[in-house]
């Protein structure tokens, strides 16, 4: 008997290294950041500081985080690759980017990112015990019975005799200090509790991929020079 396994979805992780005088800018500019909040009602015993609610959603235009920046986006411009898109007809735009700062059992909650097709997340100080990013499949491709592979009980009763790639609706991603994940920005994803108090830094951003000519590719978002403002 052949299985085959259709239909992956793509999340590459890398790394990237960074001079340690280079880090420690970054992060007292994103601490900075902090301290002037624009919204000071996010604070809740689990909620994570996240710099696009709190009016720190364009940190690619600060010079301070070119030198990653640029880092980053060779890796994108590599993740298209991986999916076989050719690079020489599409242009890429960061949308928006922002930091996120979580200590103790903060975390992100379970969301996705409508509004842009590439999303990323780095992990500029991060300990190796902490929380990792986990990524979820909400269409259940395998379940020939609905909800089966989403009940307790069907796993204690033996119904389900284990969870694998061929049954799990949400895989953990290990990831450590400098990693890098990119993924579709329409996948749900969240970060796990922090196991210590230790501080927890990544950057993140929203990326829209824009044919460089739409001719005849209706699902291609035409080149931002077609657009005309109403």
């Known amino acids: 008997m052949n299985l085959i396994n259709l239909f992956p979805l793509t999340v590459i992780k890398d790394k990237i290294e960074i001079a ?7 992060i007292e500019e994103i601490k900075d950041m902090k301290k002037n909040s624009k919204n000071e009602n996010y604070q809740t015993e689990t909620n994570a500081w996240t710099g696009d609610t ?10 301070k985080f070119n030198l990653l920046f640029n880092e980053i986006i060779k890796r994108v411009w590599g993740y298209l690759n991986c999916i076989e898109i050719d690079n020489k007809l599409v242009d890429l735009y960061i949308q928006r980017s922002w ?11 379970k969301h996705r990112h409508f509004q842009s097709h590439i999303s990323f997340a780095y992990y500029l100080k991060k300990s190796k015990q902490d929380s990792n990013l986990v990524v979820f499949d909400e269409s ?39 990693d890098i994940v990119i993924f579709p920005s329409k996948t749900i994803h ?14 993140s951003a929203d990326i829209v991929c824009v044919a460089k000519d739409s001719n005849l590719l209706e699902m291609g978002m035409p080149p931002l020079k077609e657009w005309s403002k109403m």
């Open 190 to 203: 969240s970060t796990q509790p922090a196991k210590s108090n230790d501080e927890r830094i990544s950057i």
């Open 99 to 109: 930091a996120t700062i979580s200590e103790g059992n903060e975390r992100i909650k």
């Open 20 to 26: 340690e005088k280079d880090r420690n800018i970054m």
């Open 140 to 178: 259940y491709k395998n379940e020939v019975m609905p909800g089966i592979f989403r009940s307790d009980t069907a796993l204690q009763k033996g119904i389900v005799r284990k969870m694998n790639h061929f049954n799990v609706t949400q895989a953990i991603i290990n990831v450590e200090e400098n």
């Open 54 to 63: 709190q009016g720190f959603e364009f940190i690619h235009k600060n010079e």
